[in-house]
Nanobody, 115 residues
Framework: QVQLVESGGGLVQPGGSLKLSCAAS??????????LAWYRQAPGQQREWVAR???????TYGDFVKGRFAISKDNAKNMMYLQMNSLKPEDTAVYYC???????WGQGTQVTVSS
């Protein structure tokens, strides 16, 4: 049974930073075999893709990121991260980590950007 658990969310002022973490258990070497991704869902909106990292470490980002976020992973630790800088109120959402190719999702962590 694969479990993904996000952490690191919270309340931050506009312009601030947060680093989200995603810990995987029961996966074996899944982080080294599959692409991983972060998604987010704001209240009343559809879930949207934020960032993706391939099994070999290539990264891509949603257009709205504009160089503010960085996705990374540590295969040995079965950990994935999302460093978020220059946060804006419109980044407020629940952030989810995922192994899209396997249909695995975490429960999400709330990020609120507000003064």
């Amino acid at each position: 049974q694969v479990q993904l658990v996000e952490s690191g969310g919270g309340l931050v002022q506009p312009g601030g930073s947060l680093k989200l973490s995603c810990a995987a258990s029961g996966t074996g070497s899944i982080f080294s075999r599959y692409a991983l991704a972060w998604y987010r869902q704001a209240p009343g909106q559809q879930r949207e893709w934020v960032a993706r990292i391939s099994n070999i470490g290539d990264t891509t980002y949603g257009d709205f990121v504009k160089g503010r976020f960085a996705i990374s992973k540590d295969n040995a630790k079965n950990m994935m991260y999302l460093q978020m800088n220059s946060l804006k109120p419109e980044d407020t959402a629940v952030y989810y980590c995922s192994v899209p190719g396997r249909g695995y999702w975490g429960q999400g962590t709330q990020v609120t950007v507000s003064s």
